[in-house]
């Protein structure tokens, strides 16, 4: 049996252990950025709360299935809202009105990216 020196040993962990973490660390981001995929959904406005904070919009949809689907997402600063080529606050849409909201989901719930009324 061939007898391999201790610092050679340590030197093999050491590469080893470097090498999971940055793989641990390349997986996680990739994961991150997977999960910051925004959905769309097209529906029509069902709440709008521009008093309390965090501002927030719910949105009504049909999903392909015929089953209605509910969306609730937080309305940030920078979240786009237009009509048309114009840009709007979240103040000038109406309950009923026709909308398409890409959303994305964070720590805390969904978060609006843009609303884009029709």
Known sequence: MTRVPRMKVLCCVL???????????????????????????????????????PQVIVVKAMTVKKQELIVGAVVESGTVITRGAQRVTLDNLKVGESVAITYLKGPDGLVAHSIHAK
């Open 15 to 53: 590469m080893l252990t470097v090498t999971l973490g940055l793989a641990e660390s390349v997986l996680a981001f990739s994961n991150t950025v997977s999960e910051q995929k925004g959905r769309t959904l097209q529906g029509e406005v069902v709440a709008i709360n521009v008093t309390d904070f």
